[in-house]
């Protein structure tokens, strides 16, 4: 399993920007999906979660800005960020993994475990936001 992500760049605030995480190999059918991402300083912090079922987390950070889609039909996963903030800066990841069990609210809990678990990472695409 390969993840690619994409879209990234540099804009002003309020503006907004769609990420892209187009994921290959032999995808899984029961899974979740993270983003994440990493200020320069900063830890890696969680910002939304997406499983199998469609069932969605956010961080209260980015709640009503960002939203996780997905089309079945490419593999590929969005994240659609909208009133863009200057805190928003950092390098966004996408991040996969197996679930097994995947029972509502498992995916949440996931991508919040310290150390984020995930099996597959992407490389990364960098988001910057000036004010």
């Known amino acids: 399993v390969q993840l690619v992500e994409s879209g990234g760049g540099s804009v002003e605030a309020g503006e907004s920007l769609r990420l892209s995480c187009e994921v290959s190999g032999y995808p899984y059918s029961s899974y979740c999906l993270g983003w994440f991402r990493q200020a320069p300083g900063k830890e890696r912090e969680t910002v939304a979660g997406?499983?199998?079922?469609?069932?969605?987390t956010y961080a209260d950070f980015v709640k009503g800005r960002f939203t996780i889609s997905h089309d079945s039909a490419k593999n590929t996963w969005y994240l659609q960020m909208s009133g863009l903030r200057p805190e928003d800066t950092a390098k966004y990841y996408c991040?996969?993994?197996?679930?097994?069990?995947?029972?509502?609210?498992?995916?949440?809990?996931?991508?919040?475990?310290?150390?984020?678990?995930?099996?597959?990472w992407g490389q990364g695409t960098e988001v910057t936001v000036s004010s």
């Open positions: 997406i499983d199998d079922h469609g069932r969605t």
């Open positions: 991040a996969y993994e197996l679930m097994w069990n995947p029972v509502a609210g498992r995916c949440a809990s996931f991508v919040r475990l310290p150390g984020a678990p995930f099996g597959h």
